[in-house]
């Protein structure tokens, strides 16, 4: 089992940035992809972005590219969403999962374990 656990959340003004945390403990594996995906209320979860642990290759949804940052801090199996220039359309419960492999995958059907997300709030 691995257990995820995000933190950073919170209200933001449109322009603003936040830092998401997710730190994994339990059965982490060298040979796995972390994701981040989001969920507005009434609608449907959809990816984020996500990054390979070993080589840090990136994948971001076209809706981030340019705001969004993901990175990895191995030496704490910690896996970070650095998000700028926040619009109102962010706003959603921010989930942090992974999966056991090296597929940069945006499904997340693919992904095998969850944390229980992270509310974004951004004003307008």
């Known amino acids: 089992q691995v257990q995820l656990v995000e933190s950073g959340g919170g209200l933001v003004q449109a322009g603003g940035s936040l830092r998401l945390s997710c730190a994994a403990s339990?059965?982490?594996?060298?040979?796995?992809?972390m994701g981040w995906f989001r969920q507005a209320p009434g609608k449907e979860r959809l990816f984020v972005a996500a990054?390979?642990?070993?080589?840090?290759?990136?994948s971001y949804a076209d809706s981030v590219k340019g705001r969004f940052t993901i990175s990895r801090e191995s030496a704490k199996n910690t896996v970070y969403l650095q998000m700028n220039s926040l619009k109102p359309e962010d706003t959603a419960v921010y989930y942090c999962?992974?999966?056991?492999?090296?597929?940069?995958?945006?499904?997340?059907?693919?992904?095998?374990?969850w944390g229980q997300g992270t509310q974004v709030t951004v004003s307008s």
């Open positions: 999962a992974t999966l056991v492999g090296l597929a940069l995958s945006s499904k997340d059907y693919d992904y095998d374990y």
């Open positions: 990054i390979r642990w070993i080589g840090g290759t990136t």
């Open positions: 339990g059965r982490t594996h060298s040979s796995y992809v």
